[in-house]
C-alpha cells in the first residue's frame, strides 16, 4: 500500500526568525512538505494559489487572506495577549490556534489534526483563552451547569477534546470504536450549544476538567 500524501503546509508570519523557525520544524517532520515560508500577505496568497497547500500558519496580523480557489485549513498564529482576536478568528472560521512558540512535537501534531479535518488548539493556546472563553457563547454559570449536566461517557469525550486529541486517540483511551466518539463529541457539541468542538474544549478548561501539559483534571 502507497503511503499517504503529506501534508502541505505554507507558513506566513511577518516576523522573520518565527518564520524561519517554524518553517525549519515542518520542513524536517515526516510526512509534512513545506510548500513556502511568506512573510507578508501578497506573497501568502500568491502561494497559496500556485502551491495549494493543506494547511496554512497564518499570522493573525496577516489575517485574512481573502478568498481562494482551494480552501486550506487555517491555524492563526497567536502570541501571548491575543486572546480577543483569536476569538474573532474562530468565529470566522479558523480550523485552530497554536502559538507562535509551540513546541516542536505540538506544532506537528496540531497541523496533522487540522489537515485531517479538527478543528484543533494547542495546549498552550487553550490555556491562554480560558479566561476570554467565556464571551464564546452565554452566561458562564449557565454554560458551566451544561458541563455538569453531561453523562459520564460525554465528559470523558469532553476532557480529551479539551486535551487537543483526536477522535481516533479519544477512541484509544477510552478503549471505544472511532464512530462512537464521533457520535459522543457530536452529541457534547450540541448540548453545550457551542459552533465547535474547539469551543467545547475550551468549556472543559473552564470547568477545570483538564490542564494544559497535564494529565486531566479530577472531575469536580
Do not use: W
Request: aromatic share 2%; glycine share 6%.
Amino acid at each position: 500500500m502507497l503511503p499517504p500524501p503529506p501534508v502541505r503546509v505554507l507558513v506566513a508570519d511577518r516576523d522573520p526568525a518565527v518564520r524561519t523557525r517554524l518553517a525549519a520544524v515542518l520542513d524536517e517532520a515526516d510526512g509534512i512538505e513545506l510548500v513556502g515560508a511568506a512573510g507578508d500577505a501578497a506573497s501568502a496568497r500568491a502561494t497559496l494559489r500556485r502551491r495549494l497547500p493543506d494547511v496554512v500558519l497564518l499570522d493573525m496580523r496577516l489575517a485574512p487572506l481573502g478568498p481562494v480557489a482551494r480552501r486550506p485549513a487555517v491555524l492563526v498564529l497567536a502570541t501571548f495577549d491575543s486572546e480577543s482576536g483569536i476569538l474573532r478568528a474562530l468565529r470566522d472560521g479558523a480550523a485552530g490556534f497554536v502559538l507562535r512558540s509551540a513546541r516542536r512535537n505540538e506544532l506537528i501534531k496540531v497541523v496533522r489534526l487540522a489537515a485531517d479535518g479538527h478543528v484543533v488548539l494547542s495546549p498552550d493556546a487553550s490555556r491562554r483563552l480560558v479566561s476570554a472563553a467565556t464571551r464564546l457563547s452565554g452566561p458562564r454559570d449557565e454554560r458551566l451547569a451544561q458541563v455538569d449536566r453531561l453523562t459520564a461517557r460525554e465528559r470523558e469525550v469532553l476532557i480529551g477534546i479539551g486535551s487537543a486529541l483526536s477522535n481516533a486517540e479519544i477512541a484509544t483511551r477510552l478503549g471505544v470504536p472511532e464512530p462512537v466518539v464521533r457520535a459522543v463529541v457530536s452529541q457534547v457539541v450540541r448540548k453545550l450549544d457551542c459552533a465547535h468542538r474547539t469551543a467545547a474544549g475550551l468549556l472543559a478548561y473552564e470547568r477545570g476538567l483538564c490542564r494544559p501539559g497535564a494529565e486531566p483534571a479530577e472531575t469536580p
